[in-house]
């Protein structure tokens, strides 16, 4: 009588270890818990910090939207989404254009190919912080030695304003981003290249496409799903970027280079409202989605790359 | 634990030169008080960075002459400055961590409930060292109640090169901003430029701008608290600041915190202004030595307000109520802000560390070398952040988010009219002091 429980027993669990959706489930619960701890929880928490009054050193209380409202009468928090735009945009722009340019050069058949293609993950290698700190002094107000070159080779007579001028600094972040950022997005493409068969490349030569056909119609469309992923990627670190703009110029001068993570930043941290810098960081969600979605619905469009309609 | 007591206070006593009398306290000072520590009690206490070996080696050496006398161990745990803000108000907020925190500023305003009163400590002291300094004690007490015991003030100084004023026609340093601004301008027309930062430079920058906005008699807040930053005394200040800006060397208005030393010390700007470490720097550097010995140091200059008046970084130190330790940390805090600790840090610091207390001053280090002297006047003539309303919330907020340093840099780069820019400080600043 009592073999006859036990044995059920067993049988009920065996069967429910042998049932793929319960095998699934307990497969999945770890990352499941890995990211309900640390991505949903910090999310909705700094989602909840908007929506409240907390300082640093004292708990909030619900104030619904008055943050959002208060940061829109703002001229400095609009100050600052200007420049993540205008940052992100341009910067990804040149990102893609030199990246992919890089890639395909890269993918040629050039002498030392693995050195080279080595070398160029460099800036990407080193910490953002310290090659921060390396343009820094590139920008130096005084020590900068592109300042210092062109001033040797005659070309100008004083030291170049770079952090200083707000269209410069706004410039110079950028340029020092894209140096940063064009390693990946290279990188990432000229493995897209070499999936490409070589098969359909000779096919359109013997069809006699001059290489910009190939390139345009053979290359591109095949290329145009990691174009879709690494660039997204590409535009979140750049609309996220923190550190170079921190070192470099803490937003200033005036606020020309303050981004909305850097603001975040100030005021919640060191000023001590992190219900404001909460709210500020929410607010960069929208632009973040709206940038899947374009990459989701506009470049992953399957269709079209299997010589479909649209 | 009776030995350990006895061994305190004797201790204590002879550090305070009063051998004999501690054990008695009632005979040695009306008011003095006396902490025995809890058994088996140990401290944590989180400081910035000392910007200078000495001030640490000082630091800890008192420290460990407390822990021999006490039995009490004390941990000192160190974060670079700029963190020791954000880690004050969690360990206040969460209600654990160290016990006490070397603070920035206002930092005790910004969670007043949080700390242990320290009014009987500090009255103590004050009475028997010559009284707080105002701006100081300011920072550390609300009314009659002290939420934290004032700790110095990080003094700040015009730099200069002699010979360099010499040769510019001065041969000595004007006393008031006009003939500063002359100064500045014969310095500019010799190749020999000043330097002041415009950037978001949190020390420096915000030095500079409390100066200039001071010493013409503006005010971020009047005494209730009401924004007061558009006025003729800005309007002055601003003007001021421009035509002191035209004398600059040029892209001070990218300057971080290290970039006037930096410029100092490469010939590149030969007046700016600074803690003493631009002097030790130069003085380290065998190659630097004729900079070394050129280098004079002076307060500055007095605007139409007819006194001096600066922004200064300042140090309190808070004991949280979490403490376990309450009495062992009020012993320390007595322990190490008594004369022969206090004198030994301030000496062990090399000017860079200012006295609280006015009886500290005599020091042999603001003698020791004719730079250290104006450095000796910190305390003295610094006003709080918030000036001239109470401090807390919004007188951080204005500070950390560079409302006035963005509205100086933004009229003397000609982005906005004098006028635009204090309607934008005024504006900003008001986002803090609504409530």
Known sequence: MTTVPTTQMTATSTSWLQNNNVLGFLFMLPAAVFLVCFLTYPLGLGIWLGFTDTRIGRDGIFIGFENYAFLARDHVFWLSVFNTLLYTSVASVLKFALGLWLALLLNENLPCKSFFRAIVLLPWVVPTVLSALAFWWIYDSQFSILSWSLMKLGLIDGPINFLGD???????????????????????????????????????????????QRFRYVTLPMLTPIIAVVMTFSVLFTFTDFQLIYVLTKGGPVNA????????????IPGGQLGEGAAIAV?????LLGAIMFSFFGLQRRKWQQGGQD | MTIKRRDFLAASAAAAGVAGLGIRPGFAQ????TYTPEPG????????????????????????????????????DKESWEDIRPKAAVAANVGSGPDLVMCWFDDAHQYPDKLVDLTELANYLGGKYGGWYDGMRGYAARGDKFIAMPLTAIGNAVVYRDSHMKAAGFSEFPKDTDGFLELCKAMKAKGTPAGFPHGKAVGDGNNYAHWLLWSHGGKMVDESGVVTINSPETLKAINYAKALYETFIPGT?????????????????????????????????????EIAADIRTTNFPIGPVGQSVELCQT???????????????????KFMMEADQMNAWISGSSGYCCQPLKAFADNPVWTADPIHAPYAKASEMLRPNGYAGPLGYASAGVMAD??????????????????????????????????
């Open chain 2, 30 to 33: 009306a008011a003095e008080p």
């Open chain 2, 253 to 289: 208005e990218s300057w971080q915190d290290i970039n006037n030393n930096r410029a100092f010390l490469a010939g590149q700007v030969s007046l700016i202004a600074n803690g003493v470490s631009v002097y030790y720097a130069a003085k380290k550097d065998p190659a630097l030595a």
């Open chain 2, 402 to 435: 560079y409302v006035l340093v963005d509205m100086f840099a933004a009229a003397v780069t000609g982005q906005m009219s004098p006028e635009d820019a204090m309607a934008e400080a005024e504006r900003r600043a008001n986002r803090y002091y609504r409530v």
């Open chain 2, 41 to 76: 009690a140990s401290l944590r206490l989180l400081r910035w960075t000392p910007f200078v070996k000495g001030d640490e080696d000082a630091w800890l050496a008192n420290t460990a002459k407390f822990t021999e006398a006490t039995g009490v161990q004390v941990r000192v």
């Open chain 2, 315 to 333: 140090s309190s130190l808070l004991l949280f109520n979490h403490t376990k330790y309450p009495e062992a940390a009020k012993a320390y805090i």
């Open chain 1, 166 to 212: 707000p269209t410069n600094a706004r410039i110079s972040v950028i340029a020092a981003n894209v140096w940063r950022g064009i390693p990946f997005v290279a990188i990432s493409l000229l493995a897209g290249l070499q999936t490409i068969p070589a098969s359909l490349q000779e096919a359109a030569s013997l069809d006699g496409a001059t290489s910009w």
């Open chain 1, 257 to 268: 280079t303050h981004l909305m993570a850097t603001l975040s930043f100030q005021r919640g």
């Open chain 1, 283 to 287: 607010a960069m969600i929208p632009f």
